[in-house]
């Protein structure tokens, strides 16, 4: 069932949005060569509990810590370690959620490390406009397959494939809501769009074919063919004057 949420709602929506992406920002700068993924997790906890919030991935569905770090073929879920250290040229894909009075925000990035290939640069500009090419399709009257539609035309149009297993969602008092917001689809078709909703949209877009694999430890999601993969997720509101992105630093 899809929660409409009302204007005092979307308020609350927008300052755990806030916290979410500020944590990511925090995340952001402190990704460089010979840092480990835990010490960024370790950034992204204490950022969200000195704002009186909680990370909303710890602990959910039994994930053992604040960020989804997933770095060069991992495409998400990847569990943050001290053994992991980053290195110049890897791509990194943060994914943060904050949890703050009863709402939830959910927001992910792919930063450089160092100095990044050419490839690795286009894939992950790639990644970010089909997310802004699905946002723009986030309008009231539209349907979710407007949305699916929108990101993966722009993703296959560079020859990158767009994830099929996994998709972006409803969020509000849960994390994951209804509908399913998927980074393929069919114009016209799918759930329809009303202002209240709000969803993740979420691309995660691979350099090689779609396909993925869970490892051992049931959470990383690599890609089958071992090429790179980015995310770039928001948390945002549709509304009678069109998307308003909740996961804002200001
Ligand atoms: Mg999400």
New binding site residues.
């Given amino acids: 069932m899809v929660i409409l949420k009302t204007a005092r709602e979307l308020a609350a929506m927008r300052e755990a949005g806030r916290i979410s992406q500020r944590a990511l920002r925090e995340a952001g700068k402190a990704v460089e060569p010979g840092v480990s993924t835990a010490e960024i997790d370790s950034i992204v906890r204490s950022y969200i509990e000195k704002q009186g919030a909680t990370p909303s991935f710890l602990g959910y569905g039994g994930f053992p810590a604040s960020a989804c770090i997933s770095v060069n073929n991992v495409v998400i879920h990847g569990i943050p370690s001290k053994q992991q250290i980053l290195k110049n040229g890897d791509i990194v894909s943060i ?1 943060v ?1 904050a949890h703050l009075a009863g709402y939830h925000g ?1 927001n ?1 990035w792919t930063f450089a490390c160092g100095d990044v290939s050419r490839e690795a640069k286009a894939l992950m500009d790639a990644t970010r406009e089909a997310l802004f090419e699905g946002i723009a399709q986030a309008l009231a009257g539209n349907r979710i397959g407007d949305i699916g539609h929108a990101v993966q035309q722009y993703v296959e149009a560079r020859s990158y494939s767009v994830v099929r297993d996994y998709v ?2 409803g ?1 509000g008092a849960k ?2 809501e209804d509908p399913s917001v998927p980074n393929y689809g069919t114009p016209g078709r799918g759930v329809r769009l009303m202002p209240g909703m709000t969803i ?1 949209i ?1 691309p995660m877009v691979n350099q090689g074919r779609h396909h993925v694999r869970v490892l051992d430890d049931k959470w990383t999601t690599v890609t089958a063919d071992g090429l790179l993969s980015a995310h770039f ?1 928001h948390t945002i509101a549709i509304t009678s004057h069109g998307p308003v992105i909740l996961t804002s630093p200001d």
Wanted: net charge negative; aromatic share 0%; hydrophobic share 35%.
């Fill in positions: 994914d959620g959910d992910a972006g969602h969020v994390l994951h993740a979420e997720e």
